[in-house]
C-alpha cells in the first residue's frame, strides 16, 4: 500500500508542476485552459490505469488467498 500512496503523492506533485508551469507560460487564456484540460486528462486517465492495476492486483491475491482457504478446509481423502 506504501507504493500506491507514493504512486499518488508523485502523481499529484506532477500534476500541480504541470498546472502551475502551464499558467505561468505566455499563451493565450483559451490555449492555457485547452492545455490545462489535455494534461488533466492525461493525468486522469494514467491515475485510472494505476487504480485498474491495483484492483487486478487486490482481486489477484483475493483469488489466490480462497483456493487456500479452500484447500485447507477440504477434507483430504485417504489414499489406500
Known sequence: MESGKTAAGVLLGIGVGALIGVLFAPAKGSKTRRKIMDKGQDYTDDLKDKFDDL?????????????????????????K
Do not use: Q
Not at 55 to 79: C, H, N, Y
Open 55 to 79: 484492483l487486478g492486483s487486490i482481486s489477484e491475491r483475493f483469488e489466490d488467498f480462497l483456493t487456500e482457504a479452500k484447500a485447507m478446509v477440504t477434507p483430504k481423502e485417504d489414499v
